[in-house]
């Protein structure tokens, strides 16, 4: 298989992702806060790269989730974005790496982030 072949298998999203996680690396002081968004939930996790763990994370499925807001929507976003700052903070984490994973920094990414950062994550 070619290098060529190779890269047409891998979708645009992926691509990006990819080249993205070239520049970015969780630590245990500041680690990254990963995102995934699927067609009904929306996941969070603060990563530490160094030993491959999952500090903290946050989900639409999750327990303690109001189910009436929506589970996939921008205010899905925000409250995950909230309890993925609340969890962080109970890990004692203040600062962490955004890593969008691929996605355009808009919408429910953006919601997030936003978020995160009113509940006191600094990235």
Do not use: C, W
Request: glycine share 8%.
């Amino acid at each position: 298989m070619s290098v060529y072949q190779r890269r047409k298998d891998l979708t645009p999203r992926t691509r990006r992702q990819k080249r993205i996680r070239t520049r970015i690396a969780g630590t245990p002081q500041r680690p990254r806060l990963n995102v995934f968004l699927s067609l009904k939930y929306i996941y969070a996790q603060l990563i530490d790269d160094s030993s491959g763990t999952v500090l903290a994370s946050a989900t639409s499925l999750g327990k303690g989730f109001a189910a009436a807001s929506g589970r996939a929507n921008v205010a899905a976003a925000k409250a995950v974005g909230t309890l993925v700052a609340e969890a962080a903070k109970k890990a004692n984490i203040s600062a962490a790496v955004f890593d969008r994973a691929g996605y355009k920094y808009h919408g429910r990414i953006k919601a997030l982030a936003e978020a995160a950062r009113a509940a006191g994550l600094q990235f």
